[in-house]
Structure formats: C-alpha cells, structure tokens
C-alpha cells in the first residue's frame, strides 16, 4: 500500500512543479478562468456563465468564482480551505489554501467575494496545506519541510481598506507564532478539538520518528506560546481525524475526550483524555481498505454513526468501488471498542472522494473530479445499511471528464466548507479556485 501512495504523493508534487514555472498558461486553460461576481444559477442541470464556465449540477447556485491566480498564488494549485465567522460583526471569512501560501477572502452578504491578502508558505511551496480555527485564530501546516506550524491572528482581517489594498503579510512579523517542534516541520493536516483549545498535527513525517507521524497535540490555550503535549504513536501514521468531547451511547466514556482517526489501513479510535498518554480504544480493518483517509461523525452531540472516506479503493476498484464510483462508508460506532461497518452509499458517478464534514444530516462532500456533492444521511440511524441515502444536490467543479461520467483521478475539488450561517459553501478546486455556492432549497 505504501509504494502505491508513495507513487502518487510524486505524481502530485510533479504536477505542482510542472505549474509553478514562468511560462505563461494559455487563456483557455483552466489555470487561467476569469472570476465571476455575479449569481449563476443552477438552471436545468447547469450553471452556465460562459462557454468555459459552465458546470453540470443539482440543487445548487454559484454565487462567486475566484481564480487561485487573483489572489496572488503563483503556482496557482489549490487544497483546502476553511472559514471563519467574526462573532461581533457575522462577517464571514475564507482561508484558501494553495500551494504557495494561504489567501484571505470576505463573503459578502451577496455571496460575492473580496481578496484580502494572503500569507506565504513558512518555507518552500507544496501542494499539501491544512488549515483550522479555533475562536480567532488559524493554525496552518503543511508538507513542505522546515513549514511548521503558522498561528495567525484572524482579527487582522477585520483592518479597514483591505479589500481595496490586499496585503501580503510576513511570516517573520505578522505571525502570532509559530510552531516549530515538529520533527522536520511536515505535517498532513492540522486537527483540531471541537470544544477545547487543542490542535494536532498528523502525518508528520518521518515515520521512524518518536511519534511515528501520529498524532502531535500541541496545547493552543495560548495562542501566542504553543506548546507540544504529548503524541499518539501506537497505531503509527495518521492521515487524518477528528477529536472531539463524547458524547454517545457508550456510557464509560462519556464526557472524555476521543479522536476518530484513519490511519492509511484501519479505522482507530483514541481516548486522548491525557494526551501525554494517549490510549488506543480500538483499530478496525475494513472491507475494500485501501487507504483510510478522513471522516466525520455524523451527529457530534450523540455519537451513534460515522461516515469515511477511503481515498484509494476507486483508484484500485476493490469492494463496493469496483466500478470506480465514490464509496461512502458508514460504521456504527455506539460501541467504541468494536465498531462495526454497516453499510456504504455508492455515488452514481466515478470519482475519488477526498474530504467530507457532516450539518444537520447532510454530508458535504469534496469528491474531487465529481466536485462537491451533497448527500442526506438522515435515514441512517433508522437503516444503517446505507440503502436509504441519497444524493439531494451537487455542483461539479471538473467538467472535462462529465461526458464520459467522470473518471477515479485526482484534480477538482480538494475541500469544502459548510459552517457559514448564511448557507454559503466554499469548494477549493486544486486546478481552478474557490467556489462560493449555496443549496437552492
């Protein structure tokens, strides 16, 4: 399994350095779209703004469009992206990030958008960028080595006049801190604690190392001195997770503190309540295991079911994903020392699924060349076999490969996020930039 990754980890960072050069791209190609400021509905299953900007979808509107090359990205590749909301003012944010650094963006109320500046890589450019908050502030890793982790004070965005003189902060200066005691300064993804002021830092390389590029759990009470708590290396390499309070059906660990991690070739569950000394509650094979990559729980105020994401079984068609279409797992988790896997949602499309988070019982997928896509999980916990979910809207953000139905390889949609008041949904498409759409009902 691990060739198999390593194999395409350099197709990637091929493609980026492929990009990121001074020749110039020609007008037609997709690194080199106009933005779009104004709505463009989904009308009779396209969003249609010109002949090079037309998008097959379903119960969902695009409201903006901005190239990666319009704020500032040189190599103009994209990954993930998050939001952040000013709880004084409700002004709605975006962090886009990409290759090179992490653009700032403001939601308008009209869902179009405004570059506010944008802050450079720690050290050199990679095509693997995380980003999370918690309260004001942004933690930011990524793969490039020597990066760390950067700690940016949100409210900066808050300055006047921005949006008409975007600023290039400066990583030495304009910084919180930064934190620096990853071993060689890699890290996948950036996680962090739903209630707590706790971060951690997964697949940060190397693997040989103390703590075996698990989890790194880095204490953010305060933000302006980070500091390493401790490590999960039991279970080695962890792709990603998501760490939590309990709150569920099994009694003996309600109130403590859990991750859900996937770890390439199982799903682990941790009891993180000393992160010092982390203990693993269990690990779990799975049918079509072909590479454990990110999941969400599907109600965190009672932890019953858990979707995830397995990125590789559409590359290597196994088990439900033979025929190459996007595979949705789904485990009952009431039982933390024995999950089970109860069933799966098949896409009707082929397509890789990259990273998925779950409000009010719809699963918002980022499913790369599918775009993002929409499913209602609500029947689950009536039947968990998956027989029952279906797919309620999608916005394909990749339209080159729609006339053959799509095709299991990796470009278009990298990461949404759907926590807006407003309704507005931010896609990071890795070859185009950031879409600002939202459901039509």
Known sequence: MQSSVDKLKS???????????????????????????????????????????????????????????????KNRVGNDVWGWTDKESGREFGMVGQGDGTAFVEVQPDGSVDYLGRLPTQSV???????????????????????????????????????????????????????????????HNIVSHNSKPLIAAVGSMPRDDSCAAGLIFIDVSDPENPKGVGCAS???YVHDAQCLTYHGPHVEYEGTDICYSFNEDAFTIYDISNTSSSIIISTTPYYGVSYSHQGWVVDE??????????????????????????????????????????????SAVKAIDHNL?????????????????????????????????????????FPEDDDIGGVAEFSGAWSSYPYFESGFILVNSMDRGLFVLKLTN
């Not at 080595?145 to 006049?161: A, D, I, M, R, Y």
């Not at 039947?383 to 953000?397: K, L, R, Y």
């Open 125 to 187: 450019d990679s095509i693997w960028r995380d980003i999370k908050v918690i309260g004001n502030i942004a933690y930011i890793g990524s793969e490039a080595e020597g990066h760390g982790v950067q700690v940016f004070n949100l409210s900066k965005l808050l300055v006047p006049g921005l949006k008409n003189a975007p600023k290039e902060y400066n990583i030495n200066t304009d910084l919180t801190a930064l934190f620096d005691e990853l071993p060689i300064g890699r890290s």
């Open 11 to 73: 197709g990637f960072e091929t493609t980026l350095q492929s990009l990121d050069s001074d020749e110039p791209i020609p007008p037609w190609h997709a690194l080199s779209l106009d933005p779009i400021s104004e709505f463009v509905p989904c009308v009779d299953g396209y969003s249609s703004f010109s002949s090079n900007h037309t998008y097959a979808c379903n119960n969902a509107d695009l409201y903006a469009f901005v190239p990666h090359w319009a704020t500032g990205s």
């Open 301 to 346: 105020t009672d932890q019953r079911y858990l979707l995830l994401d397995d990125e590789l079984d559409e590359v290597f068609s196994r088990g439900w994903a033979s025929d190459n279409t996007t595979v949705t797992y789904i485990w009952n988790i009431e039982d933390l020392e024995h999950p089970v896997l109860t069933g799966h949602f098949n």
């Open 234 to 236: 039991e279970d080695g």
């Open 357 to 397: 988070y779950v409000v009010d019982d719809l699963a918002y997928e980022a499913n790369y060349k599918a775009g993002l896509r929409v499913i209602d999980v609500s029947s689950i916990t009536e039947d968990p076999t998956g027989s029952s979910v279906e797919e309620v809207a999608f916005f394909d953000v």
